[in-house]
């Protein structure tokens, strides 16, 4: 799920980099199913079916299980049960849910789509299902409900998805991008594409220098996905789109950041970031040590060249220990610079503090410097977890 389609107050505590809990997270978004909610969902279902028994609708959302559902768990819960109390077939029942979906809870009404790919997914309704989700995106993502769509028929529906990219609205092109992302986060994986992208790039071609960062941004968020897999590939197309348009080369900028954080030569090239040679890192110390969990490690070095230091890119990168006494390395962005002097004082913190994403084990575990992607410096430290 991408950021734009959390709500604006929840995505900053979405990232694998804060210290809010992401079950924490999930628990807050979960609980926006809310009666409040389902007041404003009632309306307008009884709105567009006069019919429409609340009641009974309400007593089967909360049901004995309801309150141990995850955030997923209960946009599935409500679809299932909105196909349970919405009458006649799929075609009638979207009809309904056409005059139902309302502006505004985008997070929340992700069921309207989900609705197509539970009940949709037979032959015979797909152009009712596709329309639907053409339909539904602009006031809740579609890039879930898609896939299996994707999944069924490449060709056809990435056809459709290059049709989508021509829309006049920026949400539905933005749906012709994500929906067809590899690896998108929360969603169903589309292999065949991970082992041949072919059909996702007329897309992303098209869609290079869209007028919407939004859209921009899927484009870039796709090929990424794909560097993961293909890195040849997208540098290819880098060098390419490059040197074209500003935003473009923002957008490429963003699609290579996998490659730039793997210190890829080709990708550091690219991007004006020369071999280090002449750079030099000093004086490398860090403390505590050891270090206890629940505890910041502060370390500070010096860059030193000749001559101007340049365009530089510094991270720096953890080896934690694992569980089985293996160290596994993550590598954290710390600046981007032209620098026009030949010294610079550096000082960070890395805070050491279980999370859902990563639970901390004692030992040694190794902090290294790295500029332009080259390691320049390194040194070990000791974690304790307790007393």
């Given at each position: 799920?991408?950021?734009?389609?959390?709500?604006?107050?929840?995505?900053?505590?979405?990232?694998?980099?804060?210290?809010?809990?992401?079950?924490?997270?999930?628990?807050?978004?979960?609980?926006?199913?809310?009666?409040?909610?389902?007041?404003?969902?009632?309306?307008?279902?009884?709105?567009?079916?006069p019919?429409?028994?609340?009641?009974?609708?309400?007593?089967?959302?909360?049901?004995?299980?309801?309150?141990?559902?995850?955030?997923?768990?209960?946009?599935?819960?409500?679809?299932?049960?909105?196909?349970?109390?919405?009458?006649?077939?799929?075609p009638e029942q979207l009809s309904i849910l056409k005059k139902a979906i309302g502006e505004g809870h985008a997070l929340e009404q992700l069921f309207f789509p989900d609705f197509v790919e539970c009940f949709g997914m037979h032959p015979e309704h797909e152009e009712e299902a596709l329309n639907a989700l053409h339909f539904f995106t602009p006031y809740a993502t579609a890039e879930f409900a898609i896939r299996p769509f994707i999944l069924r028929s490449p060709e056809k529906i990435m056809a459709q998805l290059q049709e989508w990219a021509d829309s006049e609205n920026h949400h539905v092109r933005r749906l012709a991008s994500e929906g067809c992302r590899p690896r998108l986060p929360w969603g169903m994986a589309l292999k065949p594409f991970r082992n041949d992208p072919s059909l996702v790039f007329p897309i992303l071609e098209k869609l290079k220098t869209d007028p919407s960062e939004y859209v921009r941004r899927s484009v870039a968020n796709n090929l990424n996905d794909i560097s993961k897999d293909h890195p040849?590939?997208?540098?290819?197309?880098?060098?390419?789109?490059?040197?074209k348009q500003a935003r473009t080369d923002?957008?490429?900028?963003?699609?290579?950041?996998?490659?730039?954080?793997?210190g890829n030569p080709m990708a550091m090239q690219l991007f004006g970031f020369n071999d280090p040679a002449e750079i030099k890192v000093k004086h490398l110390s860090a403390t505590p040590d050891p270090i206890h969990l629940g505890e910041s490690l502060e370390f500070s070095f010096e860059?030193?060249?000749?001559?101007?230091?340049?365009?530089?890119?510094?991270?720096?990168?953890?080896?934690?220990?694992?569980?089985?006494?293996?160290?596994?390395?993550?590598?954290?962005?710390?600046?981007?610079?032209?620098l026009n002097k030949k010294h610079l004082?550096?000082?960070?913190?890395?805070?050491?503090?279980?999370?859902?994403?990563?639970?901390?084990?004692?030992?040694k575990?190794?902090?290294?410097?790295?500029?332009n992607g080259m390691e320049k410096a390194g040194l070990n430290f000791n974690l304790i977890l307790s007393e």
């Amino acid at each position: 799920m991408g950021l734009k389609t959390i709500p604006k107050e929840f995505r900053h505590i979405t990232t694998r980099t804060t210290t809010f809990p992401y079950l924490c997270v999930m628990e807050l978004l979960k609980n926006r199913y809310n009666d409040a909610f389902f007041v404003f969902l009632n309306a307008n279902l009884k709105k567009a079916f006069p019919a429409w028994n609340k009641r009974a609708f309400l007593q089967k959302i909360y049901d004995t299980g309801w309150e141990n559902r995850g955030l997923k768990d209960r946009m599935r819960h409500i679809t299932l049960v909105l196909g349970d109390h919405l009458p006649g077939s799929f075609p009638e029942q979207l009809s309904i849910l056409k005059k139902a979906i309302g502006e505004g809870h985008a997070l929340e009404q992700l069921f309207f789509p989900d609705f197509v790919e539970c009940f949709g997914m037979h032959p015979e309704h797909e152009e009712e299902a596709l329309n639907a989700l053409h339909f539904f995106t602009p006031y809740a993502t579609a890039e879930f409900a898609i896939r299996p769509f994707i999944l069924r028929s490449p060709e056809k529906i990435m056809a459709q998805l290059q049709e989508w990219a021509d829309s006049e609205n920026h949400h539905v092109r933005r749906l012709a991008s994500e929906g067809c992302r590899p690896r998108l986060p929360w969603g169903m994986a589309l292999k065949p594409f991970r082992n041949d992208p072919s059909l996702v790039f007329p897309i992303l071609e098209k869609l290079k220098t869209d007028p919407s960062e939004y859209v921009r941004r899927s484009v870039a968020n796709n090929l990424n996905d794909i560097s993961k897999d293909h890195p040849g590939l997208i540098l290819d197309i880098a060098r390419k789109w490059q040197g074209k348009q500003a935003r473009t080369d923002k957008l490429l900028k963003h699609a290579c950041r996998t490659l730039l954080k793997q210190g890829n030569p080709m990708a550091m090239q690219l991007f004006g970031f020369n071999d280090p040679a002449e750079i030099k890192v000093k004086h490398l110390s860090a403390t505590p040590d050891p270090i206890h969990l629940g505890e910041s490690l502060e370390f500070s070095f010096e860059l030193e060249s000749a001559k101007a230091l340049g365009k530089v890119r510094l991270e720096f990168a953890v080896d934690f220990m694992k569980n089985n006494g293996k160290t596994s390395r993550k590598v954290f962005f710390i600046s981007e610079n032209q620098l026009n002097k030949k010294h610079l004082d550096v000082v960070k913190k890395q805070a050491f503090i279980d999370r859902t994403t990563r639970k901390h084990y004692a030992g040694k575990h190794g902090l290294a410097i790295l500029v332009n992607g080259m390691e320049k410096a390194g040194l070990n430290f000791n974690l304790i977890l307790s007393e």
